[in-house]
């Protein structure tokens, strides 16, 4: 009977061996990323934001609904990862073989008297060293004031800026699980406010 059992006991403890050794190989690989996110995601929430870990639809989830100027540059039905959200800014990480973008999206402030801004619609791309304007009706926007073009030149990471109506949205180069997202995220939102601080007030009505 002895000899029956011990084949048994033999085969178990190897079991349990290689059942380790893929544990550290792989499971606490995963586990610690893992942790890694769920500890990024706590610090979000600790700043009072509201945070998602997957989105299935970015356009509606960054502007509020599915409706989108002709230039929009995302994809319909692009999804995403991370979304990070409060008050007028939304944000959310699209993931690519080309690279990951991390999506920003503010809706700028009404001003005293109760207004809202009108922007026309332009998306602006960065190629090569320069950006190239686009606009539906084939003109530079007179928005594009010295003051706007000198705060979007000087954005290195900005891979493409969209205006359309109360809404500047960014796309910024990024890496998804990146340990510096929070700080990234808030220089982001930091430049996106700047260009729209330097808007002429006319866009205002």
Same mark, same amino acid.
């Given at each position: ?6 084949? =048994?006991?033999?085969?178990? $403890? $190897?079991?349990? &061996?290689?059942?380790?050794?893929? #544990?550290?190989?792989?499971? @606490? ?11 990024? !995601?706590?610090?979000?929430k600790q700043r009072g934001w509201k945070v998602k870990p997957k989105i299935d639809e970015v356009t509606s989830y960054l502007l509020g !609904? ?10 319909? =039905?692009?999804?995403?990862? %991370? ?14 073989? !080309?690279?990951?973008?991390? &999506? ?5 402030? %009404?001003?005293? /008297? ?12 960065? %190629? /090569?060293?320069?950006? /190239? ?10 928005? $594009? ?10 954005? @290195?990471?900005?891979?493409?800026? #969209?205006? #359309? ?15 510096? &997202? ?19 007030? %006319?866009?205002? !009505?």
């Amino acid at each position: 009977m002895g000899s029956y059992v011990m084949p =048994g006991i033999t085969v178990l $403890f $190897f079991a349990l &061996i290689l059942g380790g050794i893929g #544990y550290v190989l792989f499971g @606490s690989r995963h586990q610690g990323a893992w942790d890694d996110e769920a500890k990024v !995601s706590a610090k979000m929430k600790q700043r009072g934001w509201k945070v998602k870990p997957k989105i299935d639809e970015v356009t509606s989830y960054l502007l509020g !609904s599915d409706t989108s100027g002709e230039m929009w540059p995302v994809p319909a =039905g692009e999804t995403g990862v %991370q979304g990070v959200g409060k008050d007028s800014w939304r944000a959310v990480t699209v993931q690519r073989a !080309s690279g990951d973008v991390l &999506i920003v999206s503010i809706a700028l402030a %009404q001003r005293s /008297d109760g207004s809202i801004a009108h922007v026309p619609e332009a998306l602006v791309q960065h %190629q /090569d060293e320069n950006f /190239d304007v686009r606009t539906v009706i084939g003109t530079t926007p007179q928005y $594009f004031t010295p003051e706007v073009r000198a705060t979007i030149t000087s954005w @290195s990471e900005l891979e493409f800026l #969209y205006f #359309y109506g109360e809404h500047l949205t960014a796309g910024v180069s990024t890496e998804h699980g990146r340990s510096d &997202i929070i700080e990234y995220l808030e220089q982001t939102l930091e430049r996106l406010r700047s260009v729209g601080r330097v808007l002429p007030s %006319q866009l205002w !009505s």
